[in-house]
């Protein structure tokens, strides 16, 4: 079955550290996104890429870093320099940019520890 | 910034009643989405609707769209206990960047 694969679920990290969050998809979807949500609020775009080897800032990319070097991969470095860490995190893909429905993984829990 | 603010944000009701949520938006848009996300988990894309098109259903699900107002709702009819969810619109700046902006989600409730 196509989807998209978010792993850990789970995730802790310590004061300092850097982490990174998987995001591997099978549709064959151009287009990549990764969003960060908190308790009880929407999404928040971090960074999105349309196409391989190009991404692009969203909302709130400081303290985040990607790289898309496959298209079916598109990974989410959370760095020491975010200092708000703690949140639910939300990989997306869609068939092209603009005018299509996302498909979401079922997300990944970091915990700053 | 958020584009799309869904109102209510908390709605409580009895299995079997219609369930209506709005979401207003600020810019022009392309096309509008709304999802439903269950407690921990990741998104499900429900309906899209495009800026030309006013109406739209999917089973139970009707959205309307009124470009004029920048607003949409989204109808439930003949709710679930299964429909308890938060449900979030978005939507897709018109010649913009590509990418959904969401809303801050309605929590839907449906009591048995």
């Known amino acids: 079955d196509g989807g998209i694969t978010q792993s850990p679920k789970y995730l802790f990290r310590k004061e300092g550290q850097n982490v990174t969050l998987s995001c591997e998809q099978n549709?064959?979807?151009?287009?990549m996104y990764w969003y960060r949500q908190d308790p009880g609020q929407g999404l928040r775009l971090i960074y999105y890429s349309q196409i391989v080897n190009d991404f692009q800032k969203g909302d709130i990319a400081e303290g985040y870093s990607v790289s898309r070097e496959k298209k079916e991969s598109f990974p989410l470095t959370v760095t020491s320099a975010q200092k708000n860490p703690t949140a639910f995190y939300l990989c997306?893909?869609?068939?092209?940019?603009?005018?299509?429905?996302?498909?979401f993984g079922s997300g990944t829990r970091l915990t700053v520890v | 910034s958020q584009q799309g603010e869904e109102d209510p944000q908390a709605l409580s009701i009895q299995e079997g009643e219609n369930a209506t949520m709005n979401c207003s938006y600020k810019?022009?848009?392309?096309?509008l989405q709304w999802y439903r996300q269950n407690s921990g988990r990741g998104l499900v894309h429900l309906i899209l609707?495009?800026?030309?098109?006013r109406e739209k259903h999917s089973g139970r699900l009707r959205v309307t769209l009124d470009t004029s107002k920048k607003s949409s709702s989204l109808l439930i009819t003949a709710s679930r206990a299964a429909d308890t969810a938060s449900y979030f619109c978005?939507?897709?700046?018109?010649?913009?960047?590509?990418?959904?902006?969401f809303g801050q989600g309605t929590r839907l409730t449906i009591n048995p």
């Open positions: 978005a939507t897709d700046k018109f010649q913009g960047a590509q990418k959904l902006v």
């Open positions: 997306a893909s869609s068939i092209s940019p603009g005018g299509y429905g996302y498909t």
């Open positions: 549709l064959n979807h151009d287009a």
């Open positions: 609707i495009r800026s030309n098109e």
């Open positions: 810019t022009s848009i392309n096309n």
